[in-house]
């Protein structure tokens, strides 16, 4: 009787412990990404994974300062994509890819999960931080997006901090250039876009992604990085998403909108949805990842490809970055 007993008693207190109250989600949280694609062990080089785990670090490290001091989501998201535009490792800002003529055409995008509103421009050419450029347009125009002369002519009046196309140009792209002008490719040379996505400690969400898009991409071409919906998206409702990848496909897809449809309506886990909505992706023909942060504090770092550039951070102490697809 006694061992019986004693068998009851351990189920009950079983029972009791897995109806305990689950761990409460990070007062704040932020993820980063710097790009997907091939990424082997092999054709990175000890110098090149320090400074991107390094480049990545500082992104991590300027976003969680603004969420840390309390500060909103669209803020940080911000802050971590300025200081990617500004490494010269990552395909945004300085050291973005070239078009086929050898200049950057530049694309971003930003949108606060609180009511919505957003902010892009594309074919950017002369300004040095095209994330804020799209943070302008959201927050001083009635318009969501722009594109093309105009928006460099529009920052400069805005006091926005303009740049001569040279200083975007650096040696490594103009050789990753040469290489797809004469028919090849490196793997490295395939991948790129950066972007962030926050929840702060109000629980308001925010998303943000810049871009020089495709190597050797005919001029005028834009990817999925400043459209809403496709490369950028963010919904207190749903959640927050930046994707990096093939952005014909991203785009066909929806895939940041579809993505929070499927935490919203569906019930999903910023993984669940994530997986889904790249399966998608891939039953097109594209590659590519996502970060993901849903409303109720689940995230993801999702990708179809041997890797992508990453990192994550939140007010729990949590730190981590990654590079290829097992870490």
């Not at 980063?32 to 320090?50: C, F, L, Q, S």
Request: glycine share 12%; aromatic share 4%; net charge negative.
């Amino acid at each position: 009787m006694r061992v019986l007993i004693a068998g009851l008693m351990a189920a009950l207190l079983s029972a009791c412990a897995s109806m305990e109250t689950p761990v409460a989600k990070p007062e704040w949280t932020l993820l980063i990404h710097g790009g997907a694609g091939v990424m082997r062990r092999a054709e990175m080089t000890a110098e090149m994974d320090a400074a991107y785990r390094a480049g990545l670090d500082e992104a991590l490290a300027a976003g969680s300062k603004v969420l840390a001091g309390g500060g909103d989501a669209l803020d940080a998201v911000q802050a971590a994509v300025l200081v990617l535009e500004d490494n010269p490792n990552f395909n945004a800002g300085r050291g973005a890819v070239l078009t086929r003529e050898g200049v950057a055409e530049l694309d971003a995008s930003i949108m606060d999960g609180r009511d919505r509103k957003a902010g892009a421009v594309a074919q950017v050419r002369t300004v040095k931080n095209p994330i804020r450029m799209a943070r302008y347009v959201m927050e001083k125009t009635d318009r969501v997006m722009f594109a093309g002369p105009d928006v460099d002519e529009m920052a400069a009046k805005a006091g926005l901090e303009i740049v001569p196309p040279e200083y975007f140009i650096t040696p490594r792209r103009l050789e990753a250039l040469k290489r797809a002008m004469a028919g090849t490719f490196e793997p490295m040379d395939r991948y790129g876009t950066v972007g962030a996505v926050a929840m702060d400690a109000k629980g308001n969400l925010a998303a943000a992604t810049s871009t020089g898009g495709m190597n050797a991409k005919p001029p005028g071409r834009v990817g999925d990085s400043p459209i809403i919906g496709a490369g950028t998206y963010a919904d207190n409702a749903s959640c927050a998403v930046s994707a990096t990848g093939d952005g014909e496909y991203f785009i066909r897809a929806s895939v940041a909108r579809m993505i929070c449809a499927r935490v919203q309506m569906q019930g999903m886990s910023a993984a669940a949805a994530a997986q889904a909505t790249l399966d998608e992706v891939k039953a097109l023909g594209g590659t590519g990842g996502v970060i993901v942060l849903s409303h109720d504090g689940s995230v993801a770092l999702s990708m179809n490809t041997e890797g992508m550039f990453r990192g994550r951070v939140d007010s729990t102490g949590r730190k981590e970055v990654g590079i290829y697809t097992d870490e």
